[in-house]
Nanobody
Framework: QVQLVESGGGLVQAGGSLRLSCAAS????????MAWYRQAPGKQRDVVAT???????NYADSVKGRFTISRDNAKNTVYLQMNSLKPEDTAVYYC???????????WGHGTQVTVSS
């Protein structure tokens, strides 16, 4: 069982930056693919960025060049650095963990990010 706790959300003006953190406990962190998803009101939950257990990263087209996902396996933590934020980035951001072999999946409770224009 993996527990995920997100932090770092908040209110920021357009053009600003935030850094989200997701602390994991349980399981072997380094064996998990980690991802950030977001869900805006009335919309589906979409993947924003993924960092695989290998360290390879993927990004949604809408955030390429602005967001950076990283992981610190020694601290069991994954980060999402968000720069040049836009009002359309407003959403609840969720941390996701998926085992590299079994695909067992876990979610955090989410953290709100609000970008004002």
């Amino acid at each position: 069982q993996v527990q995920l706790v997100e932090s770092g959300g908040g209110l920021v003006q357009a053009g600003g930056s935030l850094r989200l953190s997701c602390a994991a406990s349980g399981g072997i962190f380094s064996r998990n693919h980690m991802a950030w998803y977001r869900q805006a009101p009335g919309k589906q939950r979409d993947v924003v960025a993924t960092i695989f257990s290998s360290g390879t990263t993927n990004y949604a087209d809408s955030v390429k060049g602005r967001f950076t996902i990283s992981r610190d396996n020694a601290k069991n933590t994954v980060y999402l650095q968000m720069n040049s934020l836009k009002p359309e980035d407003t959403a609840v951001y969720y941390c996701n963990s998926r085992h590299f072999l079994t695909s067992d999946e876990y979610w955090g409770h989410g953290t709100q990010v609000t970008v004002s224009s």
